[in-house]
């Protein structure tokens, strides 16, 4: 099975993206479920509008790097900057498109199909943009833009998955048998080819690591002089194997755990 990039909402008048993010669907065993769910270990393609400047559009990426509930957090963060509408219809951003596909470790960020959609657009809409405003805000009709996004090519609609090094989080943590494992919380399996399924781990200690600041548009935030932004931060999370995840303290236990809350999932190499 492929993993194309697939459009999970679509709507050219717009909803408020807090109503969208609160609301529901009905999942495919016809049971009620939040939106947000959709967005789970997801890279997402959207494209918003905040009701204060209704003439620009912004189409932008989330969940790219880090998967798990990165995608909805990008999305919260707008929620959490232009506000909700109510009193005053100045509030609030209306969303008005959402393209996901799963997120899948082996693929870089660079050669994600949302991250190469995004990029497409960046090329396709130059001479849309303002002044000052950034590549991902526009002036485009919305219905153009959505043809866009649509347009069929195995160059944007699909990962490039390629069999990644150990990343470097792994060797700085030095992972041994004293860890202990705390939970596992989410699971990926390889749609094509022979990899095994990975699970999302916490750890009993963290890792201390250093990434990039973000700006409120997702993008890596620069100092006045024009260095990237540092900051240092505590991971708990790595993503191990079955056959990794029992050599360690509670391993095991933690992933049949897992596996138990969700039978109907597919797991590869947990034999």
Same mark, same amino acid.
């Given at each position: ?12 008048? %717009? ?14 065993? %016809?049971?009620?479920? #939040? ?31 880090? %998967?798990?509930?990165?995608? +909805? ?26 393209? =996901? ?11 994600? =199909?949302? +991250? ?14 303002? #002044? ?13 833009? +959505?043809?866009?996004?649509?347009? #069929? ?27 202990? *494992?705390? $939970?596992?919380? =989410? ?11 990975? +699970?999302?781990?916490?750890? #009993? ?15 890596? $935030? ?43 999932? $597919?797991?590869?190499? *947990?034999?």
């Amino acid at each position: 099975m492929s993993n194309k990039a697939k459009t999970i909402y679509e709507n050219f008048d %717009g909803i408020e993206l807090k109503q969208w993010l609160d609301g529901y669907y009905v999942n495919k065993d %016809g049971e009620k479920e #939040s939106n947000r769910r959709l967005l789970d270990n997801k890279r997402i393609l959207y494209v918003v509008r905040a009701n204060i400047d209704q003439s620009l559009i912004k189409f932008g990426i989330g969940g790219v790097e880090h %998967g798990g509930t990165s995608a +909805f957090g990008r999305l919260l963060q707008y929620i959490n900057y232009y506000g909700e509408k109510g009193e005053f219809d100045c509030l609030g951003i209306k969303l008005f498109l959402i393209v =996901a596909n799963e997120y899948n470790p082996n693929v870089e960020g660079k050669n994600s =199909a949302i +991250f190469r959609k995004e990029k497409f657009l960046k090329s396709q809409l130059k001479g849309d943009t303002m #002044s000052g405003r950034g590549t991902e805000r526009v002036t485009t009709n919305i219905r153009k833009l +959505f043809n866009l996004i649509k347009q #069929s090519s195995n160059k944007t609609d699909e990962d490039i998955e390629t069999e990644r090094r150990k990343s470097d989080l792994l060797a700085q943590r030095n992972i041994t048998t004293d860890d202990q *494992v705390m $939970k596992v919380t =989410a699971h990926y399996t390889p749609k094509t080819g022979k990899g095994m399924t990975t +699970f999302l781990t916490h750890w #009993s200690r963290p890792t201390i690591i250093e990434t990039y600041v973000k700006d409120k548009d997702g993008k890596n $935030k620069r100092d006045a002089s024009g260095r990237l932004v540092k900051k240092t931060v505590k991971d708990f999370t790595t993503r191990q194997t079955y056959k990794e995840l029992i050599r360690f303290r509670d391993g095991k236990e933690k992933a049949d755990e897992y596996m138990e809350k969700h039978k109907r999932a $597919k797991f590869v190499g *947990v034999k």
